[in-house]
């Protein structure tokens, strides 16, 4: 069985390949065996994998867990996939959670990852963060393909002010005029939704009005 498996990586790949295939009754038996893989890159893989599959009233142990994790990127991608899970009630402080982590994650291009796999699923009142987590980096083209990620889902929403908007565009203004075409095409659904909208709004703020 997975669980006897005694490299971590390899426990941890056939736990998660399993846990969609599991019988309610051997969850309880796949989540101990994720609990005893003590790498905390491959227990929260192995988690991530899991969680969607547990019965509710395991749900606030595993998010218990998961808030534990040192590693901020495991920390992130564990919350992530627990949160669609959990009672909608729970859900938003879940969700602040997640980017919380994915903000203080070290490695730049981790972190841009980390944003970029939140975006799809973030709520909108949260965008501000992501967007300014996004553009504080000393790599404009990690910022580019975070605020590539969260653009899209930016498009047509009311909460997406022109605020955020000179926000956005002044932080990524301070990489440089090269990172910041990069950024303001990574920006394009979003800035032209918003032109649609709030015609000349972006020419005003690009002349710093």
């Known amino acids: 069985m997975a669980r006897a498996i005694a490299d ?10 399993l846990a969609p295939h599991l019988p309610t009754e051997l969850l309880p038996q796949a989540l101990e065996a994720v609990r005893a893989i003590v790498h905390q890159r491959w ?9 969607p599959h547990l019965p509710a009233d395991e ?14 990127e495991r920390r ?7 949160a669609p899970h959990l009672p909608a009630e729970e859900q938003a402080a879940v969700w602040q959670e997640a980017l919380d982590a994915a903000r ?28 300014e987590a996004a553009c504080i980096t000393a790599d404009a083209s990690k910022c580019a393909r975070a605020l590539g ?26 990489h440089g ?12 659904p979003w800035l032209i939704d918003f032109e649609q909208r709030f015609p000349s709004a972006i020419e005003a703020t690009m002349a710093g009005g």
């Open 8 to 17: 971590e990586a390899s426990r941890a790949r056939a736990l998660a390949a």
């Open 43 to 51: 227990r929260s893989q192995a988690f991530a994998a899991l969680a």
């Open 59 to 72: 749900q606030p142990a595993v998010l218990q867990e998961a808030l534990t994790f040192a590693d901020s």
């Open 76 to 82: 992130t991608e564990a919350l992530r996939t627990l």
């Open 104 to 131: 203080v994650v070290t490695y730049e291009p981790s972190r841009a990852d980390a944003l970029a796999a939140l975006a799809p699923h973030l709520p909108m009142d949260l965008f501000p963060q992501a967007l």
């Open 149 to 174: 990620a969260l653009a899209p889902h930016l498009v047509a929403e009311p909460a997406a002010d022109l605020q955020q908007l000179q926000m956005t565009l002044r932080m990524a203004a301070a």
């Open 177 to 188: 005029r090269a990172a910041l075409l990069r950024d303001l095409s990574a920006l394009m």
